[in-house]
């Protein structure tokens, strides 16, 4: 009999990303034929990265780094709250929105770049990390922010460590404000966000469809009246201001000072240091937003 050793079992895992006990089965059975192996494992079913890319993974953790005027924001999933909770699986969603704020949260550069510590790509560390801790891990998205002269102010609600948590925002504010007063005005913005969960940044920025809905169902509830059409415009006109107060990060009235409104705010800053300040834009992610859970996939089936 072939002797099996650990080397060739390793090979196998980072191959199928099957089980070690079923690697070295199937190498036992192949005679240590590391191709025949991964027939083997694959005629009984056995790999596990493919039983396990079926299993929902709306768990997992958000990760966020800034560096210099660009910061980036990731999440990385898993199927359980357990697992976020691993020093592995944490240090990993770290040092992935590390690479991610090099590669201005490019996700096709992102999960081709290296992972140092093994050598592999990211993609392929995920799969890799799924099979080491037995569950199935996603990476699920990505994204970035820059300015040229600015900040990238950044925020993690429901902090499991540096820069990872539940909630991760960033926010682009451009102007040559003094670093302390950008970092500031930076930090109660990204906390607002967080709070607040606006759609876009101005009415401007919305998107069509969005306000087109909200226009159509207001048009419907302001018809109810009875009132003439004209009456009618001017009472869906005054209700999408609200609307805009409600989903638009600039009209939104402050969450730590409901009484102003965070154009006011930004507005006062740059008053007070001299000089013009724009919020660019803004990323916020929360765990699992939009991503069904294995609750409702069970529910659904």
Known sequence: ?????????????????????????????????????VDWLRKKGLSAAAKRSGRIASEGLVGLCVAGGSGAVVEINSETDFVARNALFRDFVAGVAQIAAGLQGDEDAIKAATWSASGRSIADEVTHLAATIGENITFRRAAGLSVAEGIVAAYVHSAQGPGIGKIAVLVAIEGAAPGEALQDLGKKLAMHVAAANPMAVSRDELPADALERERAVLVEQARASGKPD????????????????????LEQPLVMDPQTKVSALVADVAKAVGSPLAVRAFVRYALGEGAKSQDEAVAAA
Do not use: N
Request: charged content about 30%.
């Open 230 to 249: 004209a009456v009618i415009q001017k009472m869906v006109e005054g209700r999408l201001s609200k609307f805009y107060e409600e989903v638009c990060l």
């Open 1 to 37: 009999m072939a002797e099996i050793s650990a080397s060739l079992v390793k090979a196998l895992r980072e191959k199928t990303s099957a089980g070690m006990m079923d690697c070295k089965k199937a190498l036992t059975e192949a005679g240590g034929d590391l191709e025949v192996a």
